[in-house]
């Protein structure tokens, strides 16, 4: 099945879609501002600029949609019925991108830690962001930093 937009209608919804200051990447700074942790925020000096990067705990995080990132086993994961082989091969892209990114982090000492979209539902998003902050802690530098 072919899109059922034109071109020019699908590349301007497209160019409408954020890819960073995302509300669920708002929702995990303020938790983490909020616990005391200072960041940097998309910092354009490590692979794939991370939505958060914290110099202190030598870790980065990446808030991921389910989509955009191919969340495998998540039921908010699907690829799009229409114009399917444009779509496997975008998020196919994605992944790989992502996963030189991540582990060029890890090569440079980092530890990367990814929150999926999905995790920041009601019900698990009070564990979801507790688990982050506790895993983001456990990383620091001897001597604070």
């Not at 960041?39 to 030598?58: A, C, E, Q, T, V």
């Not at 091969?89 to 830690?113: A, E, F, P, S, T």
């Amino acid at each position: 099945m072919t899109d059922k937009r034109s071109e020019e209608a699908r590349s301007y919804n497209m160019s409408r879609i954020p890819s960073k200051n995302t509300k669920p990447e708002e929702i995990v700074r303020k938790y983490l501002f909020a616990k005391g942790l200072r960041y940097l925020k998309n910092d354009k000096r490590y692979p794939g600029k991370p939505d958060l990067i914290f110099p202190k705990y030598m870790t980065a995080v990446f808030v991921n949609g389910c989509f955009w990132h191919s969340h495998q086993s998540c039921k908010y994961f699907v690829v799009p019925k229409s114009n399917q082989e444009f779509w496997t091969v975008k998020l196919q892209k994605n992944c790989y991108r992502d996963k030189r990114n991540i582990n060029k982090l890890k090569d440079m000492g980092w530890k990367v830690l990814i929150v999926w979209e999905c995790e920041l539902r009601k019900g698990i998003i009070e564990r979801t962001l507790q688990n982050l902050y506790d895993n983001i802690i456990l990383n620091e530098k001897p001597g604070g930093g």
